[in-house]
């Protein structure tokens, strides 16, 4: 075989070669735009969907003489997307226009993690941004409440290694605003049961 017919034939080889090359390089750019189109949309998605408060827990028996230990009230917050997010949310909780009593020394203008008292306080897991209630009543009534989270949004930290994303999504979200949860409503009875327990009568034969 000719000399010139064996680089033609290197030749041929090493263009299929560079074409198979540059259609896989092109496959896999298509399918990481495929990608990143899909994360923008689903991060911007949560972002218009807002936040929610969730108290699953909505009526609570505390029993004054009985109880040794404070009552918790779990909540959760859903919606949030970011770390920083799960950080910053607030919440507040205020005594309802409908509850029958007040709770004593409940902090006016409503409670918050930072103005908590021995009796009435809030504690948040900073990594999800879920927190509990934690009270203890001295005196009997039925307390109702009114429960609420809020928050400046704000994007994923990790977002400023990827400016091109990062610009996407705030084209995608729009002006990144503060958002309020809905509104939650929870009742905890403070009763003072129990008393002297008799003794059984036995009976022997």
Known sequence: MKKSMVYFILYIVLI???LIVILERDELEEKEHAVKTEMIETIADAYK????????NRVTDY???STAEPDTILMSVQGLVSD????AVKYFILVSEDSKN?????????????????????????????????????NQGEFTFKAHVELERQFPK??????????????EVGEMKEARSNDEFFRIDAKSLGGVKKKEVEFFF
Do not use: C
């Open 63 to 65: 029993n004054i003489k």
């Open 84 to 87: 920083e997010e799960a950080h």
């Open 158 to 171: 990790y977002l400023d290694a990827m400016p091109d994303w990062k610009e996407e999504l705030i084209q």
């Open 102 to 138: 007040s709770p004593p020394e409940w902090p006016e203008g409503g409670l918050t993690i930072e103005n908590g008292t021995e009796n009435y306080y809030i504690e948040k897991d900073p990594g999800t941004g879920n927190a509990k209630l934690i009270v203890t009543f001295r």
């Open 16 to 18: 299929t070669e560079l």
């Open 49 to 56: 969907k807002g936040i929610i408060l969730d108290i699953p």
